[in-house]
RNA sequence: GCCCAUGUGGCGCAGAGGUAGCGCACCCCCUUGGUAAGGGGGAGGCCACGAGUUCGAAUCUCGUCAUGGGCACCA
């Protein structure tokens, strides 16, 4: 693997040991930070033991372990050979060979890189400013030294990276190549075995309470392949309607009105809103036909360019450009704004095949959206109430979040200034709700310090805005510590220009109005999939499908059941009768339905006009009440939108976002 | 869209170049008395789809579609 021409010039380098008892007086988070990128260099030496003639690129820790990112000019790496991968992983811990560092002028480095036959290193120190740069290097089984360019920092020895496992293969793009040329292989490490074996126990864990596992079993939805979207069941359909029920609530007080427009449009209202250039691929877009099926049977020969510009009609992608329609419906005043305007319909978008995800991402979807029309004066006021609405939604659920600004993209539209002005709007409205930006400081600080008061930080996404504007966007981790975004706030320029929309001013002129973008939710169906792997498929009592089972003991008291299911029934309390098979048969199925009341009834309870409930997840305790007061309880829970469930909580390190930990450059 | 992997009755899985098995669910009968599986019987699959190799393919090869893990994208 390594020429022999080069081994003098690399030994005639001064190795230096990484400092023993310098590390050790690390904090405990440092020290697992470079053990996760130590497992990187250990990994890749480990391919390149097997695989010699490897390229390398990065290889970063992250957030629960490393990945690098390599070539195999060859025959492409298969999943199959990660079980090698990881026995000569353990080869190489177990040799506990010290890290050692070593400093090179750059030319010196390109010379050797080249000679090495690793272009991916040499465009690396091509981009590097420094005059001279920092070679790592450990001893492998073989007894050859595993050499890499790297600012470090490293962990002593191997040995400390025992605790990392290879765990999955993908395609990776280097440095925004449009074709991916890299393999990427990740893994986890942690400080001991120990930790591993409970990392890779939460793994297998999380799987149960995936929302694409508990969808289907708990009848919420399926998928089928010939569906573009998830087929809402009954069960998942009531749970999408009670949170539509939630939102509209919340925007009905918060002075919202709801418009309903149609799906489909000519291509001209995307034309204007500037959506046609810049999404047109990734929407439905067909002709209207009403001999498509002629064509597509063959029977007719499709019209060249004879088609008419009106006859192109794309379904829509977002609610923004019919919502801007209804705005200019009429004459507005000053007096109307803000103006806010919800619209909750059926979206499409004709999103990638790869980028598909159960219900996280999917190509037809529903957002709790809404568009507000206001003035610039009015902007910093709404926005900051926008972020409180999100702040309350959430803590409805007790949902962690993070928000994060986007700043102005390079595919931008509009003038600078605008951008600059609408961006400091946000910040400050972020400010005004008691944000603050999140910098390194407060990123290090101990977790204990930044606990209390973690989620009022957000952080800056620079060039990741919309097109048309700056944004605030909400995140949410799912079940495996993935981050979503789900709700949003976003600024909005364009549009009212596009549209030249107008209202007219105290003084008779007429202005441009603001337009705010907003989604508490996001998507519904995302929304779902979080709240699913949040509960663990046990919904507090206002959200569950079913809400209560009633279950006779034995077959005489099939009357009185019915009595208990018609009494709650009539209080709008989503109930079922479970009359079949043995109670205990019963109660397993109630419980693996993760009915949140599982109500028991038998002679005593019938005499007694009262009930016995098992509240699920309560192993197995139970309960009487009066059968009046139970009815009461349960209004209770459902009209105060009563947290009645146990939140599982999650180890914070493992639901740390998979983000890589390191930057590119430091992690060469 | 990209790379790697996977696709076997509704679901979860086993098997494997000579034409398929298990558990749950489903259907029928009996059973139903106090909190997580009562008993017996039955039905259900051209092994994702298309082509190729072969005397013979569910099994091997190629393609398509779908799913999974990432990447890229995300109005």
């Not at 007790?398 to 600078?416: A, C, H, V």
Request: proline letters at 6%.
């Amino acid at each position: 693997m390594m020429p022999q021409s080069l081994a003098p010039q690399l030994e005639a380098l001064t190795w230096t040991p990484v400092d023993k008892a310098e590390f050790s007086k690390l904090p405990k988070a440092e020290q697992l930070r470079r053990i996760r990128h130590s497992s990187a260099h250990v990994l890749a030496s480990a391919i390149q033991t097997l695989r010699p003639d490897v390229q390398l690129a990065i290889g970063p820790a992250t957030a629960t372990g490393f990945f690098y990112d390599m070539k195999f000019p060859g025959e492409p790496l298969s999943e199959t050979e990660l079980d090698a991968i990881e026995k000569t992983m353990q080869a190489v811990a177990g040799r506990s060979a010290a890290f050692e560092i070593a400093e090179l002028a750059k030319p010196e480095a390109i010379k050797l890189f080249e000679a090495l036959d690793q272009p991916h290193k040499v465009e690396i120190l091509n981009r590097i400013p420094a005059e001279t740069v920092t070679l790592y290097r450990h001893q492998t089984p073989d007894k050859s030294y595993f050499i890499d360019l790297c600012a470090g920092p490293h962990v002593p020895h191997t040995g400390l990276c025992r605790a990392a496992k290879p765990l999955s293969l993908s395609a990776a793009h280097w440095h925004g190549e449009l074709t991916p040329s890299l393999t990427r292989v990740a893994g986890t490490a942690w400080a001991n075995e120990k930790d591993l074996a409970k990392y890779l126990e939460f793994l297998s864990a999380s799987k149960a309470r995936d929302h694409r596992t508990l969808g289907p079993q708990l009848d919420l939805f399926t998928f089928h392949p010939w569906a573009m979207a998830p087929m809402w069941h009954p069960n998942g359909f009531t749970l999408r309607q009670t949170l539509a029920a939630f939102w509209r609530e919340m925007t009905e007080d918060a002075g919202y009105v709801e418009i309903f427009n149609p799906l489909l449009y000519r291509k001209a209202l995307f034309e204007t809103s500037g959506h046609w250039d810049h999404f047109r691929h990734n929407m439905f877009v067909f002709k209207n036909d009403h001999e498509a099926c002629e064509h597509i049977e063959g029977k007719k020969e499709p019209e060249k360019e004879s088609e008419g510009e009106a006859d192109i009609l794309a379904l829509k992608p977002m609610n923004c450009p019919d919502t801007m329609l209804y705005f200019k419906s009429s004459l507005r005043s000053y007096r109307d704004l803000p103006m806010r305007v919800a619209e909750g319909q059926i979206l499409h978008r004709n999103e990638p095949g790869g980028s598909i995800h159960g219900l996280m991402r999917t190509r037809s979807f529903i957002q709790d959206d809404a568009h507000i029309f206001l003035t610039g004066e009015q902007v910093e006021t709404e926005v900051k109430s926008l972020l409180d609405m999100i702040d309350a939604t959430y803590k409805a659920f007790d949902l962690e979040y993070s928000l994060k600004l986007s700043t102005r993209p390079e595919n931008s539209m509009g003038e600078l200034a605008v951008w600059e002005q609408a961006e400091a709007g946000l910040k400050s409205a972020l400010e005004a709700a008691g944000f603050t930006p999140e910098d390194a400081t407060t990123r290090d600080a101990p977790a204990s310090e930044a606990a209390e008061s973690v989620s009022r930080y957000y952080s800056i996404d620079p060039g990741e805005g919309a097109f048309y504007g700056p944004k605030i966007d909400v995140f949410v981790l799912d079940s495996l510590g993935r981050q979503w975004q789900c709700g949003t706030v976003q600024l909005d320029f364009q549009l009212p220009a596009r549209f030249e929309l107008k209202y007219a001013d105290a003084d008779g002129s007429l202005k441009q109005p603001i337009v705010v973008h907003r989604a508490v939710f996001g998507s519904f169906e995302r929304f779902i999939g979080i709240l699913i792997e949040h509960f663990g498929g046990l919904f507090p009592t206002w959200l569950a499908p079913v809400q209560a089972a009633v279950l006779p003991i034995g077959e005489t008291h099939l009357e009185y059941a019915k009595t208990v299911k018609a009494t709650l029934k009539k209080a709008r309390i989503r109930t079922v009768l479970m009359d079949e098979n043995t109670i205990n048969y019963r109660v397993r199925q109630a419980e693996t339905q993760k009915i949140p009341h599982i109500i028991v009834v038998g002679g005593r309870e019938a005499d007694e006009q009262s009930v016995t409930v098992r509240k699920a997840r309560g192993g197995g305790k139970q309960q009487v009440f009066a059968l009046s007061d139970f009815l009461a309880h349960m209004q209770d829970l459902v009209t105060n939108r009563t947290l009645d469930v146990e939140i599982e909580r999650f180890d914070a390190l493992f639901r740390a976002p998979a983000e890589a930990v390191m930057q590119d450059d430091e992690a060469y």
